[in-house]
């Protein structure tokens, strides 16, 4: 059974700080991993998707990166801002037509 | 562009009263749809998922039940609402795998 755990579950970081999030899953057979961004009482958006064959993605000051064989997603955040703060989860999907798996998150607060 | 519709946005519903949220993606033929509820502080929990009319898998025993009388339509249903019921309710669909979400309905049962 595919398990998604994101650690830290919070984080604090001053503004202007570079920072990396950490999602690691327990099978490596994915077919996607996907990072969202959650805002307080909102839904989530879509951030980023790695396909399995891919090795990163990159979107202005976010990069995702995917390592399918030690089961490790990492989101790297640049020059980090207060509007940053929110909650960041990865999830990954085994297949095309399979439910989609999350980690619980990691909270992130930029201090300005 | 696809675009996927979930409301009420906001509910506050006495226990035992019936419940009925609607879902509705546009701009996409087939999708897979979920439902999934976030509990204050927690995680998502993924309640129901469905890949076609008719067909409904259910992931926790519960309260809820789910339909989907249209491709494009899902429906998240209770008889008789319980105060654990009470959380933060979001849809999603997916296409290939890639998943986008509703804004969210917050219940309240009181």
């Known amino acids: 059974k595919q398990e998604v755990t994101q650690i830290p579950a919070a984080l604090s970081v001053p503004e202007g700080e570079n920072l990396v999030l950490n999602c690691s899953f327990t099978?490596?057979?994915?077919?996607?991993l996907q990072w969202f961004r959650q805002d307080p009482g909102k839904g989530l958006t879509s951030l980023l998707l790695?396909?399995?064959?891919?090795r990163e993605q990159t979107s202005g000051r976010l990069n995702a990166s995917l390592d399918k064989s030690s089961g490790r997603s990492t989101l790297y955040i640049a020059a980090s801002q207060p509007g940053d703060s929110a909650t960041y989860l990865c999830?990954?999907?085994?297949?095309?037509?399979?439910?989609?798996?999350f980690g619980k998150g990691t909270r992130l607060h930029i201090l300005p | 562009s696809q675009t996927i519709h979930q409301w009420p946005a906001t509910l506050v519903q006495p226990v035992g009263s019936p419940l009925s949220l609607e879902c509705t993606v546009e701009?996409?033929?087939?999708?897979?749809l979920y439902w999934y509820r976030q509990a204050a502080g927690r995680g998502l929990q993924l309640l129901f998922y469905?890949?076609?009319?008719?067909?409904i898998s259910s992931e926790v025993p519960q309260n809820l039940s789910a339909s989907r009388p249209q491709d494009r339509q899902f429906i998240l249903s209770s008889k008789k609402l319980l105060l654990s019921d009470s959380g933060f309710y979001l849809c999603?669909?997916?296409?290939?795998?890639?998943?986008?979400f509703g804004q969210g309905t917050r219940l309240t049962v009181v």
């Open positions: 999603a669909w997916t296409w290939e795998a890639e998943a986008f």
């Open positions: 099978d490596s057979a994915i077919y996607n």
């Open positions: 790695i396909q399995s064959s891919q």
């Open positions: 999830a990954v999907a085994m297949n095309r037509d399979d439910k989609i798996i």
């Open positions: 701009g996409t033929s087939n999708p897979n």
């Open positions: 469905s890949v076609g009319i008719g067909q």
